[in-house]
Nanobody, 125 residues
Framework: QVQLVESGGGWAQSGGSLRLSCDASGFALAYYAIGWFRQAPGKEREGVGCLSDKDGITYYAEFVKGRFTISADDAKKTVYLLMNNLKPEDAAVYYC??????????????????WGKGTQVTVSS
């Protein structure tokens, strides 16, 4: 059974950093793409970035390039989202998602089959 559990959310000051974790179980990371998404109040969920071991690619949305980094520890079956230079507009619930299907950028919700429940990130100015 595929399960994804996010953790690491919390509060940060503008310019600060947080590292989110996505603990995966029930599947091997090598065969899946893992995406990070976020949803702020009143807004649609948007893709932040993805890491696909099966394709050997990592993509980021333009609004986080240079600030956010996705990495994975295959042994721990954990995917990380390191968020640096946080801005108030980064505040949202962050979700990780997994798919074994192929896609081009893996930044669309429809690309993914499995989702975690999310972790809240708050950024104060």
């Amino acid at each position: 059974q595929v399960q994804l559990v996010e953790s690491g959310g919390g509060w940060a000051q503008s310019g600060g950093s947080l590292r989110l974790s996505c603990d995966a179980s029930g599947f091997a990371l090598a065969y899946y793409a893992i995406g990070w998404f976020r949803q702020a109040p009143g807004k649609e969920r948007e893709g932040v970035g993805c890491l696909s071991d099966k394709d050997g690619i990592t993509y980021y949305a333009e609004f986080v390039k240079g600030r956010f980094t996705i990495s994975a520890d295959d042994a721990k079956k954990t995917v990380y989202l390191l968020m640096n230079n946080l801005k108030p507009e980064d505040a949202a619930v962050y979700y990780c998602a997994a798919t074994r299907r192929d896609s081009y950028y893996y930044l669309r919700e429809s690309d993914y089959d499995y989702w975690g429940k999310g972790t809240q990130v708050t950024v104060s100015s």
